[in-house]
């Protein structure tokens, strides 16, 4: 005879499972973790949910062991609140994760637990305050690049120089590469491509950007930008919207805009390389130009004196600025004109430039500049 088994699930159990199974809580703020029922229970229902550490470690939240009960008619509790603790370390740390994990005390039989029975809590940096203009080096528009001074102490006693930067062009061709940063485990290199709108033909822009950096396996992993959609591809996989962690290299959207940060170990230097980059519609004097990359460096202490690149090629290093006091331009003198002197730290040899300090940056920002 043919034979049949039929499985009739218990319609008296009641399972528990959260809803939804993955969080985000910010540094110094809380998350109610959310638990459901998937009957309404006739009598009290009592689950239980403990924490552990994943990806960080019980110094970054307060670790937490919750009892919730469900009265009788109630199928949804969100009284496990999870603690994120704030830290001093301004950069972006990577692989902040908990997990949470809910269990059924022995007493309640009827009672039992369903995917997901297990929620993943990701630590979110509060890196709102990181850009600090000394310690930020930015690329914009058809692009146009600034560098803070990189031995700042030289100049506090001179009101001339201080909060100084260096700004340059490198105007380049359409189509062509340029490598931005180049130092032991990370590289940067931006695409230019012609403007498309009619003021604009003229002028090139970033319009894709790659980073190559080793992890700390020293595995070499690809970030790459593109102003087309403002997207991320990290390893040739899109970027999630709550970022990417993997092999101590983040990738993390700053809130809703499209700006991107990235943090890399650099070879294990003292400091992780902290870069921005956002996708933005570039104007100048209110008249629009095109959709381009900008890219900033945040915190670049991580980067050697041997570095080099259009950005890189300034950072950490010798740097001496003299006033200038021979011919400039059609003038035989300007009170404006500065020697800007680099030496490399390797070969010892140096290279000078003539600069001319304008009381601006190039967003127009009042900060002298040495340009």
Not at 24 to 35: D, K, M
Not at 50 to 71: A, G, H, M, Q
Not at 238 to 255: A, K, M, T, Y
Request: with cysteine.
């Amino acid at each position: 005879p043919n034979v049949t088994t039929v499985l009739i699930e218990d319609d008296k159990v009641i399972n528990v499972s959260f809803s939804p199974p993955d969080y985000s809580v910010t540094e110094g703020e809380n998350v109610s973790l959310i638990v459901v029922l998937d009957k309404v229970p006739a009598k009290p229902v009592t689950v239980t949910i403990t924490t552990t550490d994943v990806s960080t470690n019980s110094d970054d939240y307060i670790p937490r062991t919750c009892t919730l009960t469900f009265l009788a008619g109630e199928t949804e509790n969100e009284d496990c609140i999870i603690s994120a603790r704030s830290d001093d370390v301004k950069e972006l740390e990577c692989g902040e994760d908990l997990r949470a994990d809910l269990s059924i005390p022995k007493d309640q039989p009827d009672v039992m637990t369903e995917d997901p029975d297990m929620a993943l809590v990701t630590i979110v940096d509060n890196y709102t305050d990181i850009a600090i203009d000394r310690d930020t080096a930015t690329i914009i528009g058809d692009p146009l690049f600034e560098v803070p001074l990189p031995n700042p102490e030289d100049y506090e006693d001179d009101p001339v120089l201080r909060d100084a930067s260096l700004c340059y062009e490198v105007h380049g061709a359409s189509g062509q590469i340029f490598n931005l940063i180049s130092d032991g485990c990370t590289s940067v290199n931006a695409l230019y491509e012609q403007g498309v709108l009619p003021n604009a033909t003229d002028l090139n822009f970033m319009t894709k950007i790659g980073i190559a950096a080793d992890g700390v396996s020293g595995q070499c992993h690809n970030i790459e930008f593109d102003v087309d959609g403002c997207k991320a591809l990290f390893d040739g996989s899109e970027v999630p919207l709550n970022g990417i962690s993997s092999d101590g290299i983040c990738v993390r959207r700053r809130g809703s805009d499209y700006t991107y940060i990235v943090s890399v170990p650099n070879c294990g230097t003292t400091r992780r390389l902290m870069m921005w980059l956002s996708c933005v519609n570039t104007t100048r004097l209110g008249k629009p130009r095109d959709d381009g990359l900008n890219f900033k460096v945040l915190y670049a202490d991580g980067l050697r004196p041997t570095s080099h690149g259009l950005l890189g090629q300034f950072w950490n290093i010798p740097l001496n600025v003299t006033k200038y006091n021979g011919p400039f331009g059609d003038k035989p003198m300007s009170p404006y004109a500065y020697t800007v002197t680099i030496t490399h730290p390797e070969s010892n040899t140096t290279r000078s430039f003539v600069a001319h300090r304008g009381p601006r940056l190039w967003d127009f920002r009042r900060k002298p500049c040495l340009y």
